[in-house]
């Protein structure tokens, strides 16, 4: 892949970024014990999980493609 900005782990890192932004960001504004800081801290927390299962998913589909062409490399110098 030559363009780097399609390049999935990139698209998870600001992901994760943004959302610590996010986070961040709305804290202050919100009083404690208000509803909202609750909602809105389960919303983020909820998004943070879905894009840690996709970072697992992503190193796990690396793993298995470098596995891939190992497997094939090897049975290319076997013959």
């Known amino acids: 892949m030559s363009d780097n900005t399609l390049d999935p782990a990139r698209i998870i890192s600001i992901l ?3 959302l610590a932004q996010l986070e961040a960001s709305l804290a202050p504004q919100i009083k404690e014990g208000d509803d909202r800081k609750t909602f809105l801290k389960s919303e983020i927390d909820g998004y943070k999980d879905k894009v840690s299962r996709l970072n697992k ?22 013959r």
């Open 16 to 18: 994760e970024i943004l």
């Open 57 to 78: 998913v992503l190193k796990s589909h690396t793993a298995a493609e470098r596995r891939k062409r190992f497997l094939k490399k090897q049975n290319h110098q076997n």
